[in-house]
C-alpha cells in the first residue's frame, strides 16, 4: 500500500508526523526466536510468526487438540490508527466490543478481525476490518509499519499493522452495531508509564508473569485496556517511542524459560 503525504494545516504537526511515518517505515521486526541460536532464521512472506512480546497474554492451544492440529495457525490483524490531538501527543483509536459478541464482549480492543481468503496480506486484513466495524475508509489513512506477531490463548497469529492518519478531521465514524459498541481514542504514551496501571500476576505452567491492565476514563466513563490489546499497545508505544515502557513488562529469565518449551513442541511441526 502506497503512502501519501499527511494533510494538517497546522504545518508543525505536519512535520511532526511525516517524521514519524519515516522513522515507522524503516521498522523491521524481529526475526522468529524459535529457531536455534546460530541458526539463519527462516521467514515466510507474512513475515516472522512469533514474538517475545505476545506469549505473557496467552500462550496454550486446548488440551484436547492434537499436537499437529494445534500449530495450524490461523492469523488476524488489528489496527493501530495514530493522529496527534491538538496538544501534538500521538493517540490511538480503540473500540469497546459489542456485549453481543461470542468472544471477549463488551472488552475494549483494536479494530481487526480474522484475515479472509482474499486479502492479500495483514495490511489488507486490518484496513479491510476497520472500513467494516468503525467506517474507517482506507484512503484516509497511511500504512506505516508492520510488527511482529503475537497469539492469542488458541494460538491464533495477531499481526499488528500500524497507520497514521493523513486528514484526522475526514474521518467519520460508522460502527457497525454487531461488532462495536463504541469508540474512542488515548494517549499512546499512557502505555510506557506506570500511572494508571496495574498488574495481576499469572502462571504458565509453572512460570510466573505480570498480566498487565491500563485504567483511562472520559467523560465520565471508566475503560480498562487489558490482556492481548495492552500487550500491543505497549510494544507499538516502544517503538513509536523508541524506548522501553518504566515499569517491568514480565519476571526476569521469563522468556527464555518459554521459548525452551515452545521450541520443543513447535520446532518439527511448523517453519516460522
Same mark, same amino acid.
Given at each position: ?9 497546522d504545518?508543525?504537526? #505536519? +512535520? %511532526? *508526523? =511525516?517524521?514519524?511515518?519515516r522513522?515507522?517505515l524503516?521498522?523491521?521486526a524481529?526475526? !522468529?526466536? *524459535?529457531d ?5 532464521s ?13 506469549? =505473557?497474554e496467552s500462550?496454550? $492451544?486446548p488440551?484436547s ?6 500449530? %495450524?495457525f490461523?492469523?488476524?490483524?488489528v489496527?493501530? !490508527?495514530?493522529?496527534e490531538d491538538? &496538544?501534538?501527543d ?7 466490543r459489542? #456485549? &453481543?459478541?461470542?468472544? #471477549? ?7 481487526g ?8 496480506? /495483514?495490511? /489488507?486484513t486490518?484496513?479491510?476490518? $476497520?472500513?467494516?466495524?468503525?467506517? @474507517?475508509?482506507?484512503d @484516509?489513512? #497511511?500504512?506505516? =509499519? ?6 492469542t490463548?488458541?494460538?491464533? %497469529?495477531?499481526?499488528?499493522v500500524? !497507520?497514521?492518519?493523513?486528514?484526522k478531521? $475526514?474521518?467519520?465514524?460508522? @460502527? &457497525?452495531?454487531a461488532?462495536?459498541?463504541? *469508540?474512542?481514542?488515548?494517549? +499512546? ?7 494508571n %496501571? ?37 510494544? =507499538? ?6 524506548r ?20 520443543? *513442541? ?5 517453519? !516460522?
Amino acid at each position: 500500500m502506497e503512502t501519501c503525504p499527511i494533510r494538517s494545516t497546522d504545518p508543525i504537526k #505536519s +512535520l %511532526r *508526523l =511525516a517524521d514519524l511515518e519515516r522513522q515507522l517505515l524503516l521498522y523491521k521486526a524481529p526475526l !522468529c526466536p *524459535l529457531d536455534s541460536e546460530g541458526e539463519e532464521s527462516e521467514v515466510d512472506d507474512r513475515g516472522p510468526v512469533f514474538s517475545p512480546m505476545a506469549v =505473557a497474554e496467552s500462550v496454550v $492451544a486446548p488440551p484436547s487438540l492434537s499436537r499437529s492440529a494445534r500449530f %495450524r495457525f490461523k492469523t488476524a490483524a488489528v489496527l493501530i !490508527c495514530l493522529f496527534e490531538d491538538s &496538544n501534538g501527543d500521538l493517540r490511538v483509536i480503540l473500540t469497546m466490543r459489542s #456485549s &453481543n459478541l461470542n468472544t #471477549s464482549p463488551g472488552e475494549v480492543s483494536l479494530p481487526g478481525g480474522k484475515a479472509e481468503e482474499g486479502d492479500k496480506d /495483514e495490511k /489488507e486484513t486490518a484496513i479491510r476490518e $476497520a472500513k467494516e466495524e468503525i467506517g @474507517l475508509q482506507p484512503d @484516509l489513512v #497511511s500504512v506505516v =509499519a508492520v510488527l511482529e506477531p503475537f497469539f492469542t490463548k488458541r494460538l491464533l %497469529r495477531v499481526v499488528p499493522v500500524v !497507520c497514521i492518519f493523513k486528514d484526522k478531521d $475526514a474521518f467519520k465514524p460508522v @460502527l &457497525n452495531p454487531a461488532e462495536v459498541e463504541e *469508540l474512542f481514542d488515548v494517549p +499512546l504514551k499512557m502505555f510506557l508509564k506506570d500511572e494508571n %496501571r496495574r498488574a495481576e500476576d499469572r502462571e504458565w505452567q509453572g512460570i510466573k508473569y505480570l498480566m498487565h491492565f491500563f485504567d483511562y476514563t472520559k467523560d465520565d466513563t471508566k475503560y480498562s485496556i487489558w490482556g492481548l490489546t495492552a500487550a500491543i499497545l505497549i510494544r =507499538a508505544a516502544s517503538v513509536v517511542y523508541q524506548r522501553p515502557p518504566s515499569f517491568t513488562e514480565q519476571h526476569p529469565n521469563y522468556w527464555n524459560s518459554i521459548f525452551q518449551e515452545i521450541r520443543k *513442541l513447535v520446532k518439527p511441526h511448523i517453519k !516460522c
